[in-house]
């Protein structure tokens, strides 16, 4: 996993969204915006595995666009629970910003793959 950014980010944020969706359940007693964005997080990696994974460069961008719209989803959910109060600011920031550095590279590797299977 060391050699593969996106494989070890996307894990990494998944682990992060597991210890937070904890957290909500425990502290807060928050079930129901929580489930989601654990289900969004964890998917990232999950989508990121079956791309490098794919049957072909076609396959590997269709799963890499579908972990860009889980993170994407991920962060909405991290905005609704900042915005109703149930992460503070500084935890708030350091997700999203985890969030936001995986749809940033996501979206950079599905451009250069594209642009790869244009040029084939």
Not at 5 to 18: D, T
Not at 78 to 88: A, G, I, R, S, V
């Amino acid at each position: 996993m060391k050699d593969n950014i996106i494989k070890q980010k996307s894990f990494l944020f998944a682990v992060r969204i597991i210890k937070l969706y904890k957290y909500l359940n425990n502290e807060h007693k928050e079930y129901v915006l929580s489930k989601q964005m654990l289900r969004s997080g964890t998917s990232i990696g999950a989508n990121v595995r079956e791309a490098l994974n794919g049957e072909s460069k076609s396959d590997f961008v269709h799963k890499l666009g579908i972990a860009q719209k889980e993170a994407d989803e991920t962060m909405y959910w991290l905005e609704l629970l900042n915005e109703t109060d149930f992460l503070k600011p500084h935890e708030f920031e350091s997700m999203s910003a985890d969030c936001i550095e995986l749809i940033k590279l996501l979206r950079s590797i599905i451009i250069t793959a594209k642009a790869s299977i244009h040029n084939s």
